[in-house]
Nanobody, 119 residues
Framework: VEIVESGGGWVQPGRSLTLACAGSGFTFSRYDMRWYRQAPGKERELVAIITETYRTNYSESLEGRFTISRDNADNMVYLQMNSLKFEDTAVYYC??????????????WGQGTQVTVSS
């Protein structure tokens, strides 16, 4: 199993950035995919979820600025981040959660990608 995030970097406040996550080694389409983030000195928090049936859910703190999507044909999940703020600075992690069968509850993590919002 491999999960690899990409797309992080430095961005000015108010701008946009899209993160990508590639999954392999598991039945991608059957997994709920999630983005988490961890800011310096803070606990890791759930940012967005997209289920295998394409239902989405977001942290209320985002105020509608982020959009999660998935492309099962390419085993990819994306996080479109708009109107970025200083407080969005964090390491962003992709997570795959199995919700079926004997592996129900097992999840896999990527290594994370750094997003820095700074002027």
């Amino acid at each position: 199993v491999e999960i690899v995030e990409s797309g992080g970097g430095w961005v000015q406040p108010g701008r946009s950035l899209t993160l990508a996550c590639a999954g392999s080694g598991f039945t991608f389409s059957r997994y709920d995919m999630r983005w988490y983030r961890q800011a310096p000195g803070k606990e890791r928090e759930l940012v967005a979820i997209i289920t295998e049936t394409y239902r989405t859910n977001y942290s209320e703190s985002l105020e509608g600025r982020f959009t999660i999507s998935r492309d099962n044909a390419d085993n990819m999940v994306y996080l479109q981040m708009n109107s970025l703020k200083f407080e969005d600075t964090a390491v962003y992690y992709c997570n795959a959660l199995c919700t079926f069968g004997s592996n129900n509850g097992i999840d896999y993590w990527g290594q994370g990608t750094q997003v820095t919002v700074s002027s």
